[in-house]
Every structure is written in C-alpha cells, then in structure tokens.
T-cell receptor, first 108, second 114 residues
Framework: QKEVEQNSGPLSVPEGAIASLNCTYS??????FFWYRQYSGKSPELIMS????GDKEDGRFTAQLNKASQYVSLLIRDSQPSDSATYLC????????FGAGTRLFVKA | EAQVTQNPRYLITVTGKKLTVTCSQN?????MSWYRQDPGLGLRQIYY???????DKGDVPEGYKVSRKEKRNFPLILESPSPNQTSLYFC?????????????FGPGTRLTVL
C-alpha cells in the first residue's frame, strides 16, 4: 500500500463545475496536509494547507480533512480552464510524502 | 525576488560521466531538499539538509551525493550516472523543516542519461 494514494485521473469537468480531488494516506501520525498544483513542465506550488479536521476555505478552493477515515480532499468551485493541472497531495508524518498526483482537465 | 534557482534546466549526458546540478535559494532558508519526479511515482525525496554541513538521506539516495557548505547552496552530484537516474529533479527550500513551513520549489532539471 502506497503511503499517499491519489487517483491518477484524468478527471475531466466542464467549466463552472465543482472539481473534487481525493487523497488517502496510511500513516495515522500524519500531522499536516497540503495540496500543491503543478502545471505541465512546471514546479509544484502550494495552494492549500490544512491541519485539523473539517473544512478550510480559500477563495474557490476548499480543503477537507477527515483524520479518522484518513482522507483529505480538495474541492475547486467554479472550475476554470486555467485550473487544468496536476494536483499533488502531500502529508507530513514527520517528513513530507507526496502522492503521485491527479490530473485535472477543465473543459471550456 | 524570492526564488529557488536550479542549473542546468535540461541536461543530456552519458552513463558514467559525473555531473552536478546546482541549487541556490535567496530566502535564507535553513531547510533544503532534492526530489526526483517520475511518472506514476510522484515526488520522492533524495536528500535533505537541515542546515549548513547537516545533510541526511531521503527515500531514494542511492547514486547521489549532496553537500551544504553554504546556507544558500545545495548541489546534487551524480558521480556515475546511470539510465535509471533519468528523471525530473526539483530542489526545494523552506524556512525550517516541519509541518508548518511552506516548501518553495525550483524550476526543475530534466536529466536524460543515455
């Protein structure tokens, strides 16, 4: 079992829809959770971090954390073609571990 | 401008020819690390450094060396590259290690070993 698992996609949504990205992790000691966005050929950039159970909202992005079920998700509201990228989930059980990423494609 | 720089951005080399990928940050960050990114495997940590002269192995250190003689620089050295080291490499830095510190990534180095 991988330490951080994500569906590789591609996840395809129409413009204006909600994109839902999911991530599960194996280490119950994980303390912090991050979502990075990576455009093709570019480096990852942090878009959200979450540390406690529940929801955290930042603009069109909402991160959701459920430690009991060991999953973290990212919702992107009003998806735009510019949101088309690979989204990396990362968790911190003492060191940062990345998932392989989910490719999101937003159709105009 | 706060940034992490890497050089070269692209490199094609042959098996066994030693190479160095440089990494430099101008944010006075203590923590620096190297990752490789391969399709389907995500980002895997090669080496990290907590501060000057303090380095340690990550998850995939075989075939790589690093040094941290200055706070701003963290070069990655491949003494004898092999084709399985063909990958996309990222250097990253953060103010300090730990869960609350955002990592900033360099632009990446695409390495091909023939």
């Amino acid at each position: 079992q991988k330490e951080v698992e994500q569906n590789s996609g591609p996840l395809s949504v129409p413009e204006g829809a909600i994109a839902s990205l999911n991530c599960t992790y194996s280490d119950r000691g994980s303390q912090s959770f991050f979502w990075y966005r990576q455009y093709s050929g570019k480096s990852p950039e942090l878009i959200m971090s979450i540390y406690s159970n529940g929801d955290k909202e930042d603009g069109r992005f909402t991160a959701q954390l459920n430690k009991a079920s060991q999953y973290v998700s990212l919702l992107i509201r009003d998806s735009q073609p510019s949101d088309s990228a690979t989204y990396l989930c990362a968790v911190f059980p003492g060191k940062t571990i990345f998932g392989a990423g989910t490719r999101l494609f937003v159709k105009a | 401008e706060a940034q992490v720089t890497q050089n070269p951005r692209y490199l094609i080399t042959v098996t066994g020819k030693k190479l160095t990928v440089t990494c430099s940050q101008n944010m006075n960050h203590e923590y620096m690390s190297w990752y490789r990114q391969d399709p389907g495997l995500g980002l895997r940590q090669i080496y990290y450094s907590m501060n000057v002269e303090v380095t340690d192995k990550g998850d995939v250190p075989e075939g790589y060396k690093v040094s941290r003689k200055e706070k701003r620089n963290f070069p990655l050295i491949l003494e004898s590259p092999s084709p399985n080291q063909t990958s996309l490499y990222f250097c990253a830095s953060s103010l300090r290690p730990g869960s609350l510190s955002t990592q900033y990534f360099g632009p990446g180095t695409r390495l091909t070993v023939l």
